[in-house]
């Protein structure tokens, strides 16, 4: 009679939770014509329950496919597929982060949709209402840009639909554009200074001259910020900060700037394909024969796409595949990636796939795709697996605590194959590096 009951009430969109409750008490004896016990106790929000009535859960995704961050985008993508295939099937990587997932998440198969967001947030944010208003989308996901990244939060927050952002480098992301219904696990321009900073200053010594390419929106301006403001304290100045617009052709003017500015290091801010072409034209301009460069929020395929110009560089990042001898469940992820894919994943595909992962872990341990319930299972701050070690999140402002790891591009002759870009010079714990929670502005809305 239970599973009988079961099936009935899923097939009219009742929680399973609910009726799960109800069966235990029906057990041994007889069933009353108590029926509200049936209906759902959490009042509708967001595309909650409609979105989870039947037998599916849809997530809508946005990511850059053309455009200046497309390659990330790309690489991303691939990241929430593998994740979504795998939670689908029960996959033993998912179920060593999230050991409730079976198949689906809560049972509920996973669709979804995916939406070229062109590194433009109005684009990003269009596409999402579409997955919202149509698809019922019960969680949104994406970014890249964190322009992209707080529009979606603003989304979120007014649509009452989380958003599990996949790529944000911007401290405003969860600084003073934070929601409560916006979660990041990826590092950010304040981890980055923190532990790219002290490697600066051993290597080059202390009151040094730098120079920075800053690309103009909020990842950039935040960045750069945090670099200068923790390398101050090691007497560093700055000599010049050159601003220039995503997906700028031509970076002549700039480091023309910047060679003239007598710098000894040159902090390249620029991310995706800005980051290759400015450090190639750093080359051409003889710009990077007068000073050394730094990658302060790196992705590494620079180094392929660059022919080479990453070595002997330091760069901070969130993942790279060498940590697979450290860590058991990279090289899970590593050995599944690569063989649907081909390539060993970079940390875009990482992101994607321990933010899906961690969303999953959430809903199960809520039992409900209730957005507050999800969002109260977050905040509880526990700890979690991933892919550089346990992690968690912060209740405060919803951003993962995580470490950075700290790379140093290889010079040719070491390279073991021909994905062996970097050495692993330091993995920098989480908690070391993190801002107080309110530091930049930080103050969460509502539930409901």
Known sequence: MTDKLIRRGLSHGISRRSLLQTSAGLVGGTLLP???AFADDKPAIGSYPAGVSGSTAFIGISVPRTGTYAVQGEDELKGYQLAIEHINEGHDLIKKISPKTSKGVLGKELKFGVADSAAKPNEAVQAQQRFISENKAIMITGGTSSAVAVALNKLAQREHVLFVCGISGSNDTTGKDCVRYGFRQNFFGQTAAAAIGPVMVREFGKNKKAAYLTPDYTYGHTVTKSMQDFLAAAGWTTTTNQVAPLGAPD?????????????????????GHDAVLSTQQAKQFGVLDKMKLVVPYQVPFIARETGG?????YAATDYWWTIE??????KMFNEAFEKKYGYKPEWGAENAYVSFA???????????????DVIKTYEKGET???LVGDVHYRAEDHQCIRPVIIVKGKMQKDMKNKEDWYDVVEIVPGDS?????DAFGCHLGDYT
């Not at 110009?309 to 560089?313: A, K």
């Not at 001898?325 to 990279?330: E, G, Q, S, T, V």
């Not at 590096?433 to 929670?437: D, E, H, T």
């Open 325 to 330: 001898d450290k860590f058991p469940l990279a």
């Open 251 to 271: 970076y002549s003017s700039y480091l023309l700037n910047v060679a003239n500015s007598g710098a000894d290091v040159l902090i390249n801010v620029n991310w």
């Open 34 to 36: 108590a029926l509200p």
């Open 358 to 372: 961690h969303w999953a872990h959430m809903c199960e341990e809520a039992g409900s795709f209730n957005p507050p």
């Open 433 to 437: 590096l993190m801002q107080k929670p």
């Open 384 to 386: 979690l697996p991933s």
């Open 309 to 313: 110009l990453m070595q002997g560089v």
